[in-house]
């Protein structure tokens, strides 16, 4: 991949270009083929990583051109929960479709998600977990959420196997997905609709 | 017990009323209203976990705790324990080819291994009506927790020589944990593979199935059952290698949709309805009949394609066989 990306920019494409035409359409081959279980788990796994490899020769060149990604996700697996693999692939996919993910790994704190929304100036937060007693703690980020003044300024997205709808409904967040490749969809959607509605970012600066 | 597994199995199939069996033992702290810290360290009080859900449940058998940590805190990773969750695993123990070849296969009995099998071993004392089945994790599952679920779901591609080197090693350390089991007793283990769920079928086939194939054949007989658990998204995409593991219970997750499966066979068509008689055929299907005539996801049929020259009397006798078995 790092062969092919240096190829494209030595051929004089546009890194923008490389990035979207190349490595993000390809990885949402991915995501549509994953949602069709025509490819699996190590196949996502393996493809992000080309991904990542190709995109890190693009930064520099994407920076210098003030490319900016299309919006900005907080995602991590929430506190008392150490399960990893669906955070990660969220993580992948939502990068495979051009968004910017700061990823807070496993075991963490409300209080974290809020500083990491407020000072990264995310629009989405993303919380996963995979044990129906901690699952439960996505609703302590809802209400920290709240009591930070910020409920209007982020969408919260939530996901993990115990997880469901009616429980996404009960919690006062905002979207339940069931799946990576769907939550990147859903994520895109949200940015979508947050620069067609002018949604303020939380980041004053 | 007073009959060997496979007649225990034999006699499921003939049973009108079916009772369940959960993989339930846990929720039984809520009974005793102890700690689960406690219960996983202590043999007297898993035995009495077992017995109580035996007592206040009427269950086809008794499954032991499924703690996927068990087995991978003996080969020296760290676990978080919880008063109200199952154990889990904290960080990985090997990541190259280096370390996997230093990994020494834990004796049976050590950590908390000893602990599961008193446990098991009292359980056999305190419930005796139906079998009981230990649970243990399987192969990949355990390597999986060796070595980070999505390092090793990558290196399943990049190296799997690695992969195959440390799948050696963990097949090896369960076969060791549940021939103990055997040994006191226990009639049967729940192989728990869930992990193996998220593989595709390429790597399922080459990374989990042969092990667990090696671990039912080293381990299953007429009075010692395999039950393969397997809990994953792709287990419809895996069946097929699945069932060739040769288990004699699948136990799968609401991936699968088991009412869509059928099962239809198998009278012989060449020794009964071409060289047989008329009456050996009856039999031959009369048989098939007493085994799984009444399973609901079974259908009567040949177990291949009848020769030409098979004389129609014979086909008659199948027909007639089947008749009165369902009309009776």
């Known amino acids: 991949m790092t062969q092919l990306v240096r190829q494209a920019i030595d051929e004089g494409y546009d890194a923008d270009q490389i990035l979207n035409e190349g490595l ?29 490899a190709g995109a890190s020769l693009l ?34 996919m939502m990068e495979g479709k051009g968004l910017e993910v700061v990823d807070l790994g496993v075991d963490v704190p409300a209080e974290k998600f809020i500083e990491a929304a407020v000072s990264e100036g995310t629009q989405i937060i993303a919380l996963s ?11 302590n980020v809802v209400d920290a959420v709240v009591e930070a003044g910020i409920r209007d300024k982020v969408v919260i997205m939530i996901g993990g196997a115990p997880v469901t709808e009616a429980f996404c409904q009960s919690i006062g967040a905002d979207s339940y997905t069931p799946d990576c490749a769907t939550a990147a969809d859903e994520a895109i959607r949200f940015c979508q609709k947050l620069l ?7 980041n004053s600066s | 017990m007073d009959m060997t597994m496979k007649e225990w199995l034999s006699k499921i199939g003939l049973e009108g009323v079916r009772k369940p069996i959960p993989i339930l033992s846990f929720p039984g702290i809520q009974i005793l209203n102890i700690p689960l810290k406690e219960m996983i360290n202590n043999s007297d009080l898993q035995s009495e976990c077992m017995k109580v859900i035996a007592e206040r449940y009427d269950t086809l058998a008794s499954v032991s705790l499924m703690d996927l940590s068990v087995e991978v805190e003996c080969f020296g990773s760290n676990i978080r324990f919880s008063d109200d969750e199952v154990p889990t695993v904290v960080g990985a123990l090997v990541s190259n080819q280096e370390e996997i070849d230093a990994l020494v296969i834990p004796p049976v009995g050590s950590f908390r291994t000893g602990v599961y099998i008193a446990s098991l071993q009292k359980a056999l004392i305190k419930v005796t009506d139906c079998p009981i089945f230990a649970s243990v994790i399987g192969p990949f599952s355990l390597a999986g927790r060796l070595m980070n679920i999505s390092k090793i779901m990558v290196n399943c591609m990049d190296e799997p020589e690695m992969i195959h080197a440390l799948m050696e090693k963990t097949t090896q350390f369960i076969i060791d944990y549940s021939r103990a089991y055997k040994e006191i007793g226990a009639h049967g283990i729940v192989v728990a593979e869930p992990m193996a769920g998220l593989l595709s079928p390429g790597f399922h086939r080459e990374f989990s199935m042969p092990y667990m194939k090696r671990i039912t054949d080293e381990l299953q007989d007429d009075n010692f059952l395999v039950v393969y658990h397997n809990c994953g998204p792709y287990t419809a995409q895996q069946a ?35 060289k047989g008689t008329v009456e050996s055929t009856m039999e031959a299907t009369k048989a098939v009949l007493k085994t799984c005539g ?22 008659d006798a199948f027909f007639a066989a089947a008749s009165d078995y369902y009309n009776s």
Do not use: Q, W
Request: aromatic letters at 8%.
């Open chain 2, 294 to 315: 009444r399973l609901p996801n079974f259908i009567l049929s040949t177990g291949c394609d009848v020769p030409p020259m098979a004389p129609m009397a014979n086909m």
């Open chain 1, 24 to 52: 993000l359409a390809g990885m949402s081959v991915i995501g549509e083929k994953f949602k069709k279980n025509e490819v699996y788990v190590p196949e996502v796994l393996i493809s992000a990583r080309a991904m990542n």
């Open chain 1, 196 to 202: 067609a509605s002018k949604f303020p970012s939380t």
């Open chain 2, 240 to 274: 097929a290698d699945i069932f060739s593991i040769g288990a004699k219970i699948y136990h799968f997750g609401n991936a699968i949709d088991l009412a869509d499966v059928f099962f239809t066979g198998n009278v012989a068509p060449a020794d009964h309805i071409k």
């Open chain 1, 129 to 139: 977990a995979l044990l129906t007693t901690t699952m439960n703690e996505m609703k």
């Open chain 1, 59 to 92: 930064k520099p060149l994407l920076e210098a051109s003030g490319a900016k990604a299309f919006g900005k996700v907080v995602i991590g697996t929430v506190k008392g929960d150490l399960h990893d693999i669906g955070k990660n692939l969220v993580h992948m």
